[in-house]
């Protein structure tokens, strides 16, 4: 989840980056104080809500099915390589973005 957090404050800088680099470094804002305390607000509760939600697993069932844990004793979830995949998905979303924006309007 730490990433997905991560991952949506970097789309909104990397759309303000390129909205910057293409009006020749205005420094005006593109999206105003109450759209981002919304945007922030929703993608960061959602989360929150699908863990409140979550179920324990029993520990038969974890003994049951030891395959389901395997990649998070080893770290595989949580390391490097992840955290790098989710900043190009932000730069690669962000962009098309902007790209999109620039295309209709």
Known sequence: MAQFVIHRGLIISVIQCIFALVFYSIAIP???GYL???YTTVY???PVLCLIFDEDVSLD???EYP??????QKGRELNLKTFLIWVWKSIYQGAI????SFWLF
């Open 97 to 100: 973005i902007m790209l999109l």
């Open 61 to 63: 069932k974890v003994k």
């Open 36 to 38: 981002m305390l919304g």
């Open 44 to 46: 960061t509760m959602l």
């Open 67 to 72: 395959q389901l844990y395997q990649s998070l």
């Open 30 to 32: 593109i999206y105003n």
